[in-house]
């Protein structure tokens, strides 16, 4: 079984940054992309970036220009790293896995940005 790990959330202040982390159970090369999920309350989950087992990287409007997502091969880890955060960004983060055969999911972590 696949197991991803989220870390990294906590509450900051509107204009702050923060850094997520998400640590697989092993590599992340084996995954055809691996991408970022939020959802506040009474909102539909939102991908909102990705990156492929390339490097290739893709964003979401709505985040483009303030979040960066990356990795680190060696110690099984994708990042989001979160600059410039606006209240409408408080969400439940969630890291996702894609294989050919199916989705993986991890807890989540809660980003709280306060006005």
């Known amino acids: 079984q696949v197991q991803l790990v989220e870390s990294g959330g906590g509450l900051v202040q509107a204009g702050g940054s923060l850094r997520v982390s998400c640590v697989t159970s092993?590599?992340?090369?084996?995954?055809?992309?691996m991408g970022w999920y939020r959802q506040a309350p009474g909102k539909q989950r939102e991908l909102f970036a990705t990156?492929?087992?390339?490097?290739?990287?893709n964003y979401a409007d709505s985040v483009k220009g303030r979040f960066t997502i990356s990795r680190d091969n060696a110690k099984n880890t994708v990042y989001l790293q979160m600059n410039s955060l606006k209240p409408e960004d408080t969400a439940v983060y969630s890291c996702?896995?894609?294989?050919?055969?199916?989705?993986?999911w991890g807890q989540g972590t809660q980003v709280t940005v306060s006005s």
């Open positions: 990156i492929t087992s390339g490097g290739s990287t």
């Open positions: 092993g590599s992340i090369l084996r995954f055809i992309a």
């Open positions: 996702n896995a894609k294989s050919s055969v199916a989705n993986y």
